[in-house]
Structure formats: structure tokens, C-alpha cells
């Protein structure tokens, strides 16, 4: 199995910066997909970026689009995700998820890390 490691995270005021990392302990055969995520304290996860390496294709989260910026190679060897102006309401767990093959026989799965947490506040 693989764990995904995110990092990054931390307190700055808004329209602030911060990039966020995410590693996986091991690399993959192929990615499929790369993504991050957040969750805001009491609510669902939810989607903010994806990256497929095929294409490039990028898909962003309306409100985030021209202020988040995602980032990776086609192996999954590091997933960023580049945030810009930063609001309160950006407050959240960041979660990376690479949904690949880790060998060329194996099956096709997702894998997430634990989260990272991200905080905009003066």
C-alpha cells in the first residue's frame, strides 16, 4: 500500500499564500488523476482541484478558479497545489488524493493522505 503525506498547511492572513505538498511513500506505475480536496469544520468533504497528466486536463472548484493553481508529474512523485489571495473562507483540512496503478498488474485505486490544515485569519 502507499501512504500520502500532505504538508504546507499552516496560519496566514488573508490574501496570503501557501503552497501545499503531497508525497507519496512510494511512487506509482501510472496516474490516472491527481486531486485535492477540503472539508470545513461540520461539513462534507469537497473538491477543489484535479489534474489528469493526459492532456493536461485541469478542472478547479468555481470558487477557487484564477486564485488556486495545481500542480504534478505523471508519476504522482508530488502533487502541489499553489494557493493565492487567500480568503477566511478558504479555512479548511486540505486533502491530496492520487487515484493510479501501482504496478502494471495491479489494479486501478485511489489513495488519500490524512489532511493538512490550512487557516486564513488576521
Known amino acids: 500500500q502507499v501512504q500520502l503525506v500532505e504538508s504546507g498547511g499552516g496560519l496566514v492572513q488573508p490574501g496570503g499564500s501557501l503552497r501545499l505538498s503531497c508525497k507519496p511513500s512510494r511512487g506509482f506505475f501510472s496516474v490516472r488523476s491527481m486531486a485535492w480536496h477540503r472539508q470545513f469544520p461540520g461539513k462534507q468533504r469537497e473538491f477543489v482541484a484535479m489534474l489528469r497528466p493526459l492532456g493536461p486536463i485541469m478542472n478547479y472548484t468555481e470558487s477557487v478558479k484564477g486564485r488556486f493553481f495545481i500542480s504534478g508529474d505523471d508519476f504522482g512523485s508530488t502533487v502541489e497545489l499553489q494557493m493565492n489571495s487567500l480568503k477566511p473562507e478558504d479555512t479548511a483540512v486540505y486533502y491530496c488524493?492520487?487515484?493510479?496503478?501501482?504496478?502494471?498488474?495491479?489494479?486501478?485505486?485511489?489513495?488519500w493522505g490524512k489532511g493538512t490544515l490550512v487557516a486564513v485569519s488576521s
Open positions: 488524493s492520487i487515484d493510479g496503478w501501482m504496478t502494471e498488474l495491479s489494479g486501478r485505486s485511489e489513495y
